[in-house]
């Protein structure tokens, strides 16, 4: 029994006794010989419960434990075994996937390294190693004697040279290819706003914008995809069409708008050339 029981118990007690003494209105020492007694038989049953209750509170766990059923017996012995088999299992193939690594490291990795080290051994050593290895080819010229040592040997090497006709030969340098003017684009000015030919085009561009500007129906495409190329789409890899029905119009370049019947506001989809 743990200390907060031992004094809530006591608690209980001497508030009962008091609230007895209270109620048939005893005298001092009528109290006094109750408390006592009251105290008193507090200890014995605490002494009870102590010692004896929990001593019997055992033995009664130890029969419990002793006349536990065979079929929780062997079905603990059966979880075991089972855990042990599993565990034997789970040994087995880490055993046979550390071998199959080590044969392929045996088999594989160690005679690939050492293949690599030994060529890289190998390009180190013709590093190291003569500039030339083998026999020179002759290029022209006269044959020289070479017991015969002469004076100015730097000179007669040079009266002896005789290099090939495209060495010789004096380099012409290509024509500069003519430089093209780069096309400057001016556009025309902007109508105003409720201008009677005019027609607002809206140009949707392939990441979701648009952009508005206004045209004259004497204007030609060529002016829209102009304004479709300051805005940043090049016309060698974009062009114009219409959503329905759908026609390109970089085959009608030429054309006006209202030749094409665009009033008031149209809109124009850009898009990728076909390659």
Same mark, same amino acid.
């Given at each position: 029994?743990?200390?907060?029981?031992?004094?809530?118990?006591?608690?209980?007690?001497?508030?009962?006794?008091?609230?007895?003494?209270?109620?048939?209105?005893?005298?001092?020492?009528?109290?006094?010989?109750?408390?006592?007694?009251?105290?008193?038989?507090?200890?014995?049953?605490?002494?009870?419960?102590?010692?004896?209750?929990?001593?019997?509170?055992?033995?009664?766990?130890?029969?419990?434990?002793?006349?536990?059923?065979?079929?929780?017996?062997?079905?603990s012995v059966r979880?075991?075994?089972?855990?042990?088999?599993?565990?034997?299992?789970?040994?087995?193939?880490?055993?046979?996937?550390?071998?199959?690594?080590?044969?392929?490291?045996?088999?594989?990795?160690?005679?690939?390294?050492?293949?690599?080290?030994?060529?890289?051994?190998?390009?180190?050593?013709?590093?190291? *190693?003569?500039?030339?290895?083998?026999?020179?080819?002759?290029?022209?010229?006269?044959?020289?004697?070479?017991?015969?040592?002469?004076?100015?040997?730097?000179?007669?090497?040079?009266?002896?040279?005789?290099?090939?006709?495209?060495?010789?030969?004096?380099?012409?340098?290509?024509?500069?290819?003519?430089v093209i003017p780069?096309?400057?684009?001016?556009?025309?000015?902007?109508?105003?706003?409720?201008?009677?030919?005019?027609?607002?085009?809206?140009?949707?561009?392939?990441? *979701?914008?648009?952009?508005?500007?206004?045209?004259?129906?004497?204007?030609?495409?060529?002016?829209?995809?102009?304004?479709?190329?300051?805005?940043?789409?090049?016309?060698?890899?974009?062009?114009?069409?219409?959503?329905?029905p759908r026609r390109?119009?970089?085959?009608?370049?030429?054309?006006?708008?209202?030749?094409?019947?665009?009033?008031?506001?149209?809109?124009?989809?850009?898009?990728?050339?076909?390659?």
């Amino acid at each position: 029994m743990n200390t907060d029981s031992r004094n809530g118990i006591v608690i209980f007690v001497l508030c009962g006794t008091v609230a007895g003494l209270l109620f048939y209105n005893a005298d001092g020492r009528s109290m006094v010989k109750l408390i006592v007694k009251a105290l008193l038989f507090l200890g014995f049953l605490t002494f009870i419960m102590q010692y004896v209750g929990v001593r019997v509170i055992r033995r009664i766990k130890r029969w419990r434990t002793s006349n536990k059923s065979p079929k929780d017996t062997y079905d603990s012995v059966r979880e075991r075994h089972l855990q042990s088999k599993q565990q034997e299992a789970v040994n087995k193939i880490q055993d046979q996937h550390d071998e199959k690594a080590s044969s392929y490291k045996e088999r594989i990795l160690i005679p690939r390294e050492d293949a690599r080290n030994k060529k890289k051994e190998e390009e180190h050593q013709r590093f190291l *190693g003569p500039a030339w290895k083998g026999k020179g080819d002759k290029l022209g010229g006269e044959e020289i004697d070479q017991g015969v040592k002469s004076v100015g040997s730097s000179k007669d090497a040079v009266k002896h040279r005789k290099l090939p006709e495209v060495v010789t030969r004096p380099i012409v340098k290509p024509e500069p290819k003519p430089v093209i003017p780069k096309k400057v684009i001016v556009l025309p000015d902007e109508p105003a706003e409720g201008t009677a030919d005019s027609v607002t085009v809206s140009l949707r561009t392939p990441l *979701g914008g648009v952009k508005h500007r206004r045209f004259l129906q004497s204007h030609t495409v060529q002016t829209v995809l102009d304004f479709m190329t300051t805005i940043g789409h090049s016309q060698m890899m974009y062009t114009l069409a219409t959503s329905y029905p759908r026609r390109v119009l970089s085959d009608s370049s030429n054309q006006t708008l209202s030749q094409l019947d665009f009033r008031g506001r149209v809109t124009l989809n850009i898009e990728e050339r076909e390659k």
